[in-house]
């Protein structure tokens, strides 16, 4: 009978009663299987045996531990028994922006709804930075905010070095951080640490995966729930990763954060209750080629060298990244909405190089993108000289301007041509910037188009560009703001 008993007890209950167990069916085919005689009715329903059975399931901790008898769960049992296997959780919670800010909400509401599972939370956040004029005002993350709101401890910390956590912390949960999490930390939490990234991992680690989504062209992106990694980011057990998500052709990076941002705090939440943390732990096997053929589609792909399967890397956004070069002109689109406002060099017509930074973008027209973006000229050394247009250059512009004549909400437009630099270096002569390429023998011009009914805006091949900003002064529209850059190329005298 004691072995009979102990398989009982392994059996997974839930929170029915022993009397009601013993009448499912599960329980009937068990203590069939157990008995070596055959039995025509369900083992031990005499009412003589319920009061035993009853009091071996006071010992079910003891029994369920015996690997002799302890039995498969069903499919969906797994999760659940594994939840209950967590100890309540002190979490340690590491944050900054509002991606964060999202998923320490989740928290605190579910710790709210289910303290067995969550216990406590503490909040590490990074000092804040000073601002504005003087350097006078001090500008704390949102997560601090937040966490005051929700009156959760705040430990403000810029490093980890000689601090301990709070006692009793089980596990550690960093959600854009940017402070690495150090192995001692992560060996004294009971359940080490967690970490959400807005990338199919290990496709875009990296601090700006989905900037670098955008900018690569992708089509889908998702989320991952990963181990904290005690040597690099991004390099933890991938514990659940959602479905790829697509993303529209248009959006821009904070559409695209405010999606996935729920999203996020959603499946943290959800590996928690499935007690994805709890050893041992399990490695997701479902959507993980996050890697999609962006370069048979002509799209810009940014590979990381030695790594054959071609998956990307998105480090942290630099202002170089925002910078207008020939290379990336033909993806101004994709990048403007990945990154916000780009910025260019460009010299006047007295020949001073100045920053000149593209303020709003309207969108692109996919009929206008065969038509040429730059042209490349002899150096034109004395300022307000006339351009030599080779014979291809002439037939090329009278092409495009039939192309704008025919896009639609376009029409008719003129051309004009900006002087373009892109090299970074550059000195100060007379108060003028020359650059390695003002003293080469040939100069890349951007061919700018403006429509003949619309004085405000111009077009950068398929690019509808609205506003612009020279640097010390204020945004206006394309026109007004390049009135002193922009060299005039007359269609009739081509004709």
């Known amino acids: 009978m004691r072995p009979l008993l102990r398989q009982v007890a392994a059996a997974p209950f839930r929170s029915k009663p022993c009397h009601e167990l013993l009448r499912t069916r599960e329980l009937d085919a068990l203590l069939l299987r157990s008995s070596n005689a055959p039995i025509s009715q369900p083992a031990m329903r005499r009412p003589t045996q319920l009061s035993r059975i009853c009091n071996g399931c006071r010992q079910i901790r003891q029994y369920s531990s015996n690997a002799a008898t302890t039995t498969i769960p069903l499919k969906e049992e797994v999760k659940e028994r594994k939840a209950k296997k967590s100890d309540p959780l002190r979490i340690l919670f590491c944050g900054s922006d509002e991606f964060s800010c999202a998923s320490l909400e989740a928290l605190h509401q579910e710790h709210v709804r289910n303290p067995a599972l969550i216990q406590s939370i503490d909040v590490v956040v990074r000092p804040g930075k000073r601002t504005g004029r003087g350097n006078k005002i001090i500008q704390h993350p949102p997560i601090r905010d937040l966490a005051t709101r929700l009156g959760l401890p705040i430990h403000e910390r810029d490093t980890f070095t000689g601090w301990d956590m709070p006692p009793h912390t089980n596990l550690i949960i960093a959600v854009s951080f940017g402070l690495f999490v150090p192995p001692r930390l992560l060996r004294a939490a009971q359940y080490g640490g967690l970490n959400i990234h807005p990338s199919l991992l290990p496709d875009l680690r990296g601090p700006a995966p989905l900037q670098h989504a955008l900018l690569a062209g992708r089509t889908h992106t998702g989320i991952s729930l990963q181990t904290l990694d005690d040597r690099a980011f991004d390099h933890g057990l991938i514990l659940a990763r959602t479905p790829p998500l697509p993303i529209p052709s248009d959006t821009n990076y904070a559409a695209l954060l405010a999606y996935v941002t729920p999203l996020a705090a959603e499946l943290l939440v959800q590996g928690l209750r499935d007690g994805a943390h709890v050893p041992p732990l399990e490695e997701a096997a479902e959507h993980g080629h996050g890697l999609e ?203």
């Open 293 to 495: 053929e962006s370069k048979s589609q002509g799209q810009e792909v940014i590979e990381v060298p030695g790594k054959p399967e071609n998956l990307l890397h998105a480090p942290k956004i630099t202002k170089q990244d925002r910078q207008l070069r020939v290379s990336n002109l033909p993806y101004l689109w994709r990048r403007y909405r990945a990154l916000g406002p780009l910025w260019f060099w460009a010299r006047d017509r007295q020949g001073v190089r100045r920053r000149v930074i593209v303020d709003r973008v309207a969108g692109e027209d996919a009929t206008l993108s065969d038509v040429a973006l730059t042209f490349t000229l002899p150096a034109d050394t004395s300022p307000g000289s006339e351009f030599s247009l080779d014979e291809k250059q002439k037939k090329t512009l009278v092409l495009d301007a039939a192309a704008y004549a025919a896009a639609s909400g376009v029409g008719p437009s003129v051309p004009r041509l900006v002087a373009f630099e892109q090299d970074d270096a550059a000195t100060s002569v007379n108060g003028r910037g020359i650059s390695e390429t003002a003293n080469s023998a040939e100069q890349t011009h951007l061919v700018l188009w403006f429509p003949e009914g619309d004085s405000g805006v111009c077009y950068l091949g398929p690019y509808r560009i609205e506003m612009l900003k020279v640097e010390g002064d204020k945004a206006r529209p394309a026109a007004r703001a390049l009135k002193d850059f922009l060299v005039s190329v007359e269609l009739s005298e081509i004709e």
